[in-house]
């Protein structure tokens, strides 16, 4: 079976970096997602890593370890607007589908 | 905006009804995806079509029926309601359905009373 587990709540003040921890257990990868969603709303993309590393896109970042099973969600420059749900995914096989974590709730404080 | 659409976006029905949720996907997307999401279950994958066949089933119940059409727009089936039924339901697009890139739409929210 396919299992992630990610902090449930973070918090932190504007201005701060945040790292958001997503450990899986897959049969199959194919890479690491993340999704971020405002109470309420869909679910929208925010960056994807396929190999070991570093991939940054603006104030977001993410990593992936693949021997460890292990990834993370950096957030620089925090900003209120940023206060949401963030997801981690996995994609165990060719085809489409996602495996969700459950999410880690952020709130940022002014 | 995603540019995937969703109808309804509310829905109030009682136990035992059936209801159908639609979507429909990005321009030019051949894949959708259907989530169910609920307080204590996070995002789950019910099930996943391709340029009009099932490709992929997650857990959904049996009570639960879906189908893509020739013109890509998806149906969600959902029958013999129950209480535990109430959730926001998503659907999902992608041009292929291979990519981890998935673009959802405002989801139907459904309550059951």
């Known amino acids: 079976g396919q299992s992630l587990e990610q902090p449930s709540e973070v918090t932190a003040v504007e201005g701060a970096i945040v790292q958001i921890n997503c450990t899986y257990q897959t049969s199959g990868f194919y890479g690491l997602s993340w999704y971020q969603q405002h109470d309420g709303g869909a679910p929208t993309f925010l960056s994807y890593n396929a190999l070991d590393g570093l991939e940054e896109t603006g104030r977001f970042s993410s990593f992936l370890s693949r021997s460890d099973s292990y990834g993370y969600l950096l957030l620089q420059e925090l900003q209120m607007k940023d206060s949401a749900s963030y997801f981690c995914a996995v994609r165990g096989s060719t085809l489409g589908r996602l495996y969700f974590g459950r999410g880690t709730q952020l709130t940022v404080w002014p | 905006d995603s540019g995937v659409t969703q109808t309804p976006k509310h829905l109030i029905t009682a136990t035992g009804q059936r209801v159908t949720l639609r979507c429909s996907p990005r321009s030019g997307d051949l894949s959708v995806y259907w989530y169910q999401q609920s307080l204590d279950q996070g995002l789950q994958f019910l099930i996943q079509?391709?340029?009009?066949?099932?490709?992929a089933k997650g857990n959904i119940l049996e009570r639960f029926s879906a189908q893509q059409f020739p013109d890509l727009h998806s149906e969600l089936n959902l029958s013999s309601l129950e209480l535990g039924d109430s959730a926001l339901y998503f659907c999902a697009s992608n041009q292929r359905g291979g990519g981890n890139e998935q673009f959802f739409g405002p989801g139907t929210r459904l309550t059951v009373l």
């Open positions: 079509y391709y340029n009009g066949e099932e490709r």
